[in-house]
């Protein structure tokens, strides 16, 4: 069993900037693939970005690529998601999810997916 527990949401500017994290519970990283999903109201759970944090290769979703960056430290028991040059239409609630899975391989569709955080809110202001 895998606990995640994602913190960093919150209110920022068009053009600013935000992180989020997904802790590990009691354990790392090692061996699982870290998801990054949102879903704003009536819309459908979207895939943002993923990594493999033993293989290191990391996957974005078109609508975030070139602002977002996901990566991990060295104690591989938090994944990051650096959220630049953010936009009103990345307003939604961020949920980070793990599966464990061979080095290097990465999936984005949330389904696959077998453990989630609580999520955490993201607004972005015009």
């Known amino acids: 069993q895998v606990q995640l527990v994602e913190s960093g949401g919150g209110l920022v500017q068009a053009g600013g900037s935000l992180r989020l994290s997904c802790a590990a519970s009691?354990?790392?990283?090692?061996?699982?693939?870290v998801g990054w999903f949102r879903q704003a109201p009536g819309k459908e759970r979207e895939f943002v970005s993923a990594?493999?944090?033993?293989?290191?290769?990391?996957y974005y979703g078109d609508s975030v690529k070139g602002r977002f960056t996901i990566y991990t430290d060295n104690t591989k028991n938090t994944v990051y998601l650096q959220m630049n040059s953010v936009k009103p239409e990345d307003t939604a609630v961020y949920y980070c999810?793990?599966?464990?899975?061979?080095?290097?391989?990465?999936?984005?569709?949330?389904?696959?997916?077998?453990?989630w955080g609580q999520g955490t809110q993201v607004t972005v202001s015009s």
């Open positions: 990594i493999s944090v033993t293989g290191g290769n990391t």
């Open positions: 009691g354990r790392t990283f090692d061996g699982y693939t």
């Open positions: 999810a793990a599966k464990a899975l061979p080095p290097r391989y990465i999936w984005t569709l949330s389904e696959e997916y077998d453990y």
